[in-house]
């Protein structure tokens, strides 16, 4: 069972027992949490609330941009305030509202990795092409820098999934982008190689980089499986039904790939198989 903080008042006493309400958090309730300061953990839920239930209350994309503020001047991933901050990004790329752009360009520039993470994922989901030149820059070095293993770390220097995926999102295909999207695509690790492959897919809709995608379908591990999969159904592309089907993952997985094979489907790219035929694959694995 999910269990939600306590709602405290001005002399920081629970509002209520989280263990005996049941109702559903409100807009309102969710806007207060996230205005208040003496319980990180009630911000964090509120945060993640306002992104997944796309709130459009004018306050909301104010206070999710003071929350990205809320970090420590070095990043931790076992502060909480810093956690409070990414979900914070994050939210803001589920609102469609263009207001938080400025903010979340900034963080492109600060050096808290995740930070930079969930802004350009965030930066990608609103298409903003102001982004692209910023995030260009991140990846300027090319694999043997940005993409390079940090010491003593297993990150690399740079999200370089998140803002590969974002360049494929945008949508913005002129030649310094795919130059720097092809330098990717043999990446020594395979999901590095898979988000520039489905950058390149959606935005040139050459089949040779799905067929990479659809390779990386049988790889031994069962992270890249996953991820892959997640990747294809992402733009849509429906040629990999077959592929899809045959994947060694979760029956979960695979069904939230052929979902996006329905939904993300580009009118550039193949409708074949139709829309029945992946439906009927769904109804296999239910």
Request: hydrophobic share 40%; aromatic share 4%; with cysteine.
């Amino acid at each position: 069972m999910n269990r939600r903080p306590n709602e405290m008042n001005e002399n920081h006493q629970p509002l209520y027992d989280i263990n005996r309400s049941s109702k559903p958090l409100s807009e309102a309730e969710a806007l207060f949490w996230l205005k208040q300061d003496n319980d990180i953990s009630m911000q964090y839920y509120a945060a993640w609330w306002l992104g997944r239930n796309r709130s459009t209350h004018p306050d909301t994309v104010p206070l999710l941009c003071k929350a990205l503020d809320q970090r420590q001047k070095i990043e931790s991933t076992s502060t909480d305030s810093n956690k409070v901050a990414y979900n914070a990004a994050r939210a803001l790329g589920k609102l469609n509202n263009r207001a938080a752009v400025p903010r979340l360009l900034q963080a492109l520039q600060e050096d808290d990795y995740k930070l930079k993470e969930a802004s350009a994922r965030s930066l990608g989901d609103l298409r903003i092409e102001d982004a692209v030149e910023p995030l260009m820059k991140i990846l300027a070095g090319g694999p043997q820098v940005a993409g390079s293993v940090q010491e003593n770390s297993p990150r690399l220097k740079e999200p370089c999934e998140s803002i590969l995926e974002a360049l494929g999102n945008i949508g913005c295909s002129n030649p310094e982008v795919l130059s720097i999207l092809k330098s990717f695509s043999d990446h020594d690790r395979p999901i590095i190689r898979g988000a520039a492959c489905r950058a390149l897919l959606q935005l040139t809709g050459d089949t040779c980089w799905a067929n990479i995608l659809t390779e990386l379908l049988s790889h031994h591990q069962l992270q890249v499986r996953r991820s892959i999969l997640i990747d294809i159904g992402a733009i849509g592309w429906r040629p990999a039904l077959k592929p899809i089907m045959k994947t060694l993952a979760e029956n979960s997985l695979k069904l939230i790939a052929l979902r996006g094979l329905i939904e993300n489907s580009s009118p550039s790219h193949p409708q074949d198989p139709s829309i029945n035929e992946i439906l009927l694959s769904m109804d296999q694995l239910l």
